[in-house]
């Protein structure tokens, strides 16, 4: 059975730092193009990174640019998510996506998702 964990979500401040973990099972690890997505009460989830499942490519919604870093651990079955200088607009539920081969903007895409993690920025 193909599962997603995430964790590492949690209040902070404005200009904060976090990092989100995504564990994943090793038989869709391999093929499988990661993604974070983020949902904000009453609002559709949208798309926040990707990182290809060569780890080769990379991309970045404009709102997270040069503050957000996405990188996967193939040994260890793990994405990640390195939140820089948050902001209140970040807040929301981050989910971790799974899509075969090549990576998608479109949470409606994905394969498989995690049951989320919480990411609350304010002071």
């Known amino acids: 059975q193909v599962q997603l964990v995430e964790s590492g979500g949690g209040l902070v401040q404005p200009g904060g730092s976090l990092r989100l973990s995504c564990a994943t099972s090793?038989?869709?690890?391999?093929?499988?193009?990661m993604g974070w997505f983020r949902q904000a009460p009453g609002k559709e989830r949208e798309f926040v990174a990707f990182i290809d499942w060569r780890a080769i490519n990379t991309n970045y919604a404009d709102s997270v640019k040069d503050r957000f870093t996405i990188s996967r651990d193939n040994d260890k079955n793990m994405v990640y998510l390195q939140m820089n200088s948050l902001k209140p607009e970040d807040t929301g539920v981050y989910f971790c996506g799974a899509k075969y081969f090549r990576p998608s903007y479109d949470p409606g895409e994905y394969d498989y998702w995690g049951q989320g993690t919480q990411v609350t920025v304010s002071s």
């Open positions: 090793q038989s869709i690890f391999d093929i499988y193009s």
